[in-house]
Structures are given as structure tokens and as C-alpha cells.
């Protein structure tokens, strides 16, 4: 077995085992608190259908009903903050992966993508691959939205499942973004390249890097010397990536055990039908996109997917594309992706080319509205699809961003927010699905730009 294939192989393997782990403590320790949580969010939403019947808020039932509720709400958060910190071992594990992925990426990023761009040249050179890259990413989203779109109509899972339904003024926790122009050029534009890369900010370093690997360029000789150093410096993070990597098996196991613990798996035979007609329209967009990937990449499509296998298993079970940047780059390069294309256009794709998050969107928003028994118009459907389009550009890295996305937007269709309470339990696993389709998608995005330049040489290994 490979050195590739044996991580591979214990990644999956610790997939399973963090499974059967979570399911004992779910079963033998964390059964407890799981219950006291269930049982005061049902008798909060007794309480609450109690105290709406009063109409005198200043009565003493009404009083007391409020002071009850106040209490059960008080031993949920006791019980959660008893099962958080019993979980804490396990979550470490996956935090600090995350934390040592974090730490390789901004940097990463800016020493790849400078000698990329200076290697490129001429600044005419990177408006052409700039240009491919937004007609792609563009084009995917379109199809990644629209099929959502389409899916949710014919499932219809809203209607079919009569879950019941928050109240509609109910806080779900989800600081609602509107979209704005300013906030979406501050995402783009770096005040402080220093604090970009201290905040991850992707996107600011990748345009920093630009002007960076144009100017260097432009200095001819001189420029050598800066190329050599950043070349050198890229070489010595990638190394550091493989002693990372060796680490993600342990984080898989954690990760996977404290959601299963956490969650249980009646959740899923609360919401089976849902995640399974999510995961299902998941699995026709990798269908898709492989498809139109076959239709510029031939067989070789195939061989990248084989490649992926890494990092879509980190990704999918930490719940994290960015955890599966550093193996992502490595494997395309390995496929035959020319450097200078892969680290321009893979930290792209981590701000605009969010295939799975953007098919959740469409899919969770008319979900939403199905199941509070809203009709919209094929044109409102159409409008929400263009909306959801938009102010997912500005919001990357924001965490629950999908959540935080789809708040903002059904508020503009009369659609209650409290809705989102429907899918909040539920979200860390369909974000694991999210993400594993991120990547999918910004691999095959890389590949068909990387042929579109004719810069696809042979695989290597």
C-alpha cells in the first residue's frame, strides 16, 4: 500500500470507528443530558403555546409561565455546558488540525500564488486565466443554485414531513446579513496584509498576491531573486503539510465521535427523508460536474477523482474544505496542474466557487417555506436563486455562512426566520456534505482551467 493510499485508508478508517465511539457515549453517557435538552425544548414550546393564549401580560399566569420557562431554558444550558466540556477531549482532537491547517494556509497561499503570477509574466497572461476561472465559477453556481432549486420542488420534503414549526418570532441565534456593496468590497480589498493573513482572509491575500507577482515581474532581473526565496519558502510549507496530514486521522476519529455523541442517531429518522433527498441532490451535482468536467478532461477526469479521495474524506468528516486545501493543491499539482494555475485558482474557489454550499441554499430556503405552507412564484423562486447568488460572494469564512446567507435572504420573501430552527440540529451534517462538494468542485474548476491554458501536463506521482 501506497504512503497515499495508507492515509487514505486510516482516514476512513477512523471515520468508522469515531462513529461506533459517538454512538456508545451517546447510548451510555451523554443519554442524560440529551433527554433533559429534548425535554425543556419541549416543554418551552408547551410553555410558549400556554403563554400566547394570554393576552394580559402583566396577569400572574402569564408571570409564572414566563419564570418557568426561564428555568427550563436555564438546566438546558447547565446540560449542554456539562456535554460540551465532557466532549472536550474529543473535540480537542479535531481543533488543533484545524488549528495546524490554519496556521500553513495563509501563507501558503501568498508564497504559491506570487511565484504563480510572477512565473506568468504578463499581467494581459493573468486577466485570461482570471477570466476562465469567474466564467466557470460563475457557471457553477448558476447550476449548483438552479438544481437545488429544481430538487426541492420535486421532493417537496417541506410539505411531506410535518415537522412541527418554530414559532415565528422565535430567536434562532443566526445574525441575519444583508447584502452591501461595501461590505462585499472590504471582504475583497485588504486594508493590512498582515491582518489578512492573521484572519484568513483568503480572497485579500490572493489580491495582495497578485499585485505582489505582477510587480515582481515587472523588475526583470531582480525579481529573480524574490522568486527563488518565495519558491523556496512554498517548498518548506508543503513539507510542513505532510507532518500535518499525518495528523488527520486522529481528528477525523475525534470529530466524527463528538458529533455522534452529540447528536445521536435519532436525529436521523427525525429528519431521514430530508438528508437523504439532500445528500441525493448532492450526489447528482458531483454527477454533473464530472460530466461537464469529462466533456474537457476526457478519461483523465476519473484519475483526478481517484486523486480526491483524501481530501473529500477530510473534508467531509471534519466539516471543513479548508482543512482540505494543503492535499487538494498537492493533488492537483500531482494530477499535472501547473503550479501557477492551481494557486490562482483553488483560493478563488474558497470565496466564489462553493458548489455544495450554494445548492444547499436554494434547496434549505424553499425547504423553509414548504413547511410553513408559503407558495412562491417560479419568478420569486427565480429572484431568491439570483439573491442567494449574490450575497453568498461577500460572507466567506463566516462561520454557519450558508445559515447566516439563507436568514438574510427569505426575510425579503415574507418567509419567518424562525424556520431555520428547523435545520440548525441537522446543519453539521449536511455541512460535512457541503464541504466534501467544495472540493470536489474547486478540483475540477482547477483541472478544466489548467487544459483551457494548456497548461495540463501528464500526471506525476
Given at each position: 500500500?501506497?504512503?497515499n493510499?495508507?492515509?487514505?485508508?486510516?482516514?476512513?478508517?477512523?471515520?468508522?470507528?469515531?462513529?461506533?465511539?459517538?454512538?456508545?457515549?451517546?447510548?451510555?453517557s451523554f443519554?442524560?443530558?440529551?433527554?433533559?435538552?429534548?425535554?425543556?425544548?419541549?416543554?418551552?414550546?408547551?410553555?410558549?403555546?400556554?403563554?400566547?393564549?394570554?393576552?394580559?401580560?402583566?396577569?400572574?399566569q402569564?408571570?409564572?409561565?414566563?419564570?418557568?420557562?426561564?428555568?427550563?431554558?436555564?438546566?438546558?444550558?447547565?446540560?449542554?455546558?456539562i456535554?460540551?466540556?465532557?466532549?472536550?477531549?474529543?473535540?480537542?482532537?479535531?481543533?488543533i488540525?484545524?488549528?495546524?491547517?490554519?496556521?500553513?494556509?495563509?501563507?501558503?497561499?501568498?508564497?504559491?500564488?506570487?511565484?504563480?503570477?510572477a512565473?506568468?509574466?504578463?499581467?494581459?497572461?493573468?486577466?485570461r486565466?482570471g477570466?476562465?476561472?469567474?466564467?466557470?465559477?460563475?457557471?457553477?453556481?448558476?447550476?449548483?443554485?438552479?438544481?437545488?432549486?429544481?430538487?426541492?420542488?420535486?421532493?417537496?420534503?417541506?410539505?411531506?414531513m410535518?415537522l412541527?414549526?418554530?414559532?415565528?418570532?422565535?430567536?434562532?441565534?443566526?445574525?441575519?446579513?444583508?447584502?452591501?456593496?461595501?461590505?462585499?468590497?472590504?471582504?475583497?480589498?485588504p486594508?493590512?496584509?498582515?491582518?489578512?493573513?492573521?484572519?484568513?482572509?483568503?480572497?485579500?491575500?490572493?489580491?495582495?498576491?497578485?499585485?505582489?507577482?505582477?510587480?515582481?515581474?515587472?523588475?526583470?532581473?531582480?525579481?529573480?531573486?524574490?522568486i527563488?526565496?518565495?519558491?523556496?519558502?512554498?517548498?518548506?510549507?508543503?513539507?510542513?503539510?505532510?507532518?500535518?496530514?499525518?495528523?488527520?486521522?486522529?481528528a477525523?476519529?475525534?470529530?466524527?465521535?463528538?458529533?455522534?455523541?452529540?447528536?445521536?442517531?435519532?436525529?436521523?429518522?427525525?429528519?431521514?427523508?430530508?438528508?437523504?433527498?439532500f445528500?441525493?441532490?448532492?450526489?447528482?451535482?458531483?454527477l454533473?460536474?464530472?460530466?461537464?468536467?469529462?466533456?474537457?478532461?476526457k478519461?483523465?477526469i476519473?484519475?483526478?477523482?481517484?486523486?480526491?479521495?483524501?481530501?473529500?474524506?477530510?473534508?467531509?468528516?471534519?466539516?471543513s474544505?479548508?482543512?482540505?486545501y494543503?492535499?487538494?493543491?498537492?493533488?492537483?499539482e500531482?494530477?499535472?496542474?501547473?503550479?501557477?494555475?492551481?494557486?490562482?485558482?483553488?483560493?478563488?474557489g474558497?470565496?466564489?466557487?462553493?458548489?455544495?454550499?450554494?445548492?444547499?441554499?436554494?434547496?434549505a430556503?424553499?425547504?423553509?417555506?414548504?413547511?410553513?405552507?408559503?407558495?412562491?412564484?417560479?419568478?420569486?423562486?427565480?429572484?431568491?436563486?439570483?439573491?442567494?447568488?449574490?450575497?453568498s460572494?461577500?460572507?466567506?469564512?463566516?462561520?454557519?455562512?450558508?445559515?447566516?446567507?439563507?436568514?438574510?435572504?427569505?426575510?425579503?420573501?415574507?418567509?419567518?426566520?424562525?424556520?431555520?430552527?428547523?435545520?440548525?440540529g441537522?446543519d453539521?451534517?449536511?455541512?460535512?456534505?457541503?464541504?466534501a462538494?467544495n472540493?470536489?468542485g474547486?478540483?475540477?474548476a482547477?483541472?478544466?482551467?489548467?487544459?483551457?491554458?494548456?497548461?495540463?501536463?501528464?500526471?506525476?506521482?
Amino acid at each position: 500500500m501506497s504512503k497515499n493510499n495508507r492515509l487514505t485508508f486510516f482516514i476512513f478508517l477512523a471515520l468508522v470507528l469515531g462513529i461506533i465511539l459517538g454512538y456508545i457515549l451517546n447510548i451510555n453517557s451523554f443519554g442524560t443530558y440529551n433527554n433533559k435538552i429534548l425535554s425543556s425544548d419541549a416543554l418551552v414550546k408547551n410553555i410558549d403555546i400556554r403563554r400566547d393564549g394570554i393576552k394580559d401580560t402583566t396577569s400572574v399566569q402569564y408571570v409564572q409561565l414566563s419564570s418557568q420557562k426561564k428555568a427550563v431554558l436555564t438546566i438546558k444550558k447547565e446540560n449542554e455546558k456539562i456535554r460540551e466540556e465532557k466532549l472536550e477531549p474529543l473535540t480537542l482532537l479535531s481543533d488543533i488540525f484545524l488549528r495546524l491547517i490554519k496556521m500553513i494556509i495563509a501563507p501558503l497561499v501568498f508564497t504559491t500564488l506570487v511565484v504563480g503570477v510572477a512565473k506568468v509574466g504578463d499581467i494581459k497572461a493573468v486577466g485570461r486565466i482570471g477570466g476562465k476561472t469567474m466564467l466557470w465559477f460563475l457557471s457553477a453556481s448558476v447550476l449548483s443554485l438552479f438544481l437545488g432549486l429544481i430538487m426541492v420542488n420535486i421532493f417537496r420534503p417541506g410539505e411531506a414531513m410535518h415537522l412541527p414549526l418554530p414559532e415565528s418570532h422565535a430567536d434562532t441565534g443566526i445574525q441575519k446579513t444583508a447584502f452591501s456593496a461595501k461590505d462585499f468590497i472590504a471582504h475583497i480589498v485588504p486594508k493590512s496584509m498582515i491582518e489578512a493573513m492573521a484572519n484568513n482572509e483568503i480572497l485579500q491575500i490572493v489580491v495582495f498576491s497578485l499585485f505582489f507577482g505582477v510587480a515582481t515581474a515587472a523588475i526583470g532581473e531582480k525579481g529573480k531573486k524574490v522568486i527563488e526565496f518565495f519558491d523556496a519558502i512554498a517548498h518548506v510549507i508543503l513539507k510542513m503539510t505532510g507532518y500535518v496530514m499525518n495528523f488527520a486521522p486522529f481528528a477525523v476519529f475525534g470529530a466524527m465521535a463528538a458529533i455522534v455523541a452529540k447528536q445521536g442517531l435519532s436525529v436521523l429518522s427525525t429528519y431521514a427523508l430530508f438528508i437523504g433527498e439532500f445528500y441525493s441532490s448532492m450526489l447528482m451535482l458531483w454527477l454533473l460536474l464530472i460530466m461537464i468536467g469529462y466533456l474537457v478532461l476526457k478519461g483523465r477526469i476519473f484519475n483526478l477523482m481517484n486523486r480526491m479521495k483524501e481530501p473529500v474524506l477530510v473534508a467531509f468528516s471534519t466539516a471543513s474544505s479548508e482543512a482540505a486545501y494543503p492535499k487538494t493543491m498537492l493533488q492537483l499539482e500531482r494530477f499535472g496542474c501547473k503550479d501557477k494555475i492551481v494557486s490562482f485558482v483553488l483560493p478563488l474557489g474558497y470565496s466564489f466557487n462553493l458548489d455544495g454550499s450554494m445548492l444547499y441554499m436554494t434547496f434549505a430556503s424553499l425547504f423553509i417555506a414548504q413547511s410553513y405552507g408559503i407558495h412562491l412564484s417560479v419568478q420569486q423562486q427565480i429572484t431568491m436563486m439570483f439573491i442567494l447568488m449574490l450575497t453568498s460572494k461577500g460572507i466567506a469564512g463566516v462561520p454557519r455562512a450558508a445559515l447566516v446567507v439563507i436568514s438574510g435572504t427569505i426575510a425579503s420573501f415574507n418567509i419567518p426566520e424562525a424556520g431555520l430552527a428547523l435545520l440548525i440540529g441537522i446543519d453539521p451534517l449536511l455541512d460535512m456534505g457541503r464541504s466534501a462538494t467544495n472540493v470536489i468542485g474547486n478540483s475540477i474548476a482547477t483541472a478544466v482551467v489548467s487544459k483551457w491554458e494548456g497548461e495540463l501536463t501528464e500526471a506525476q506521482d
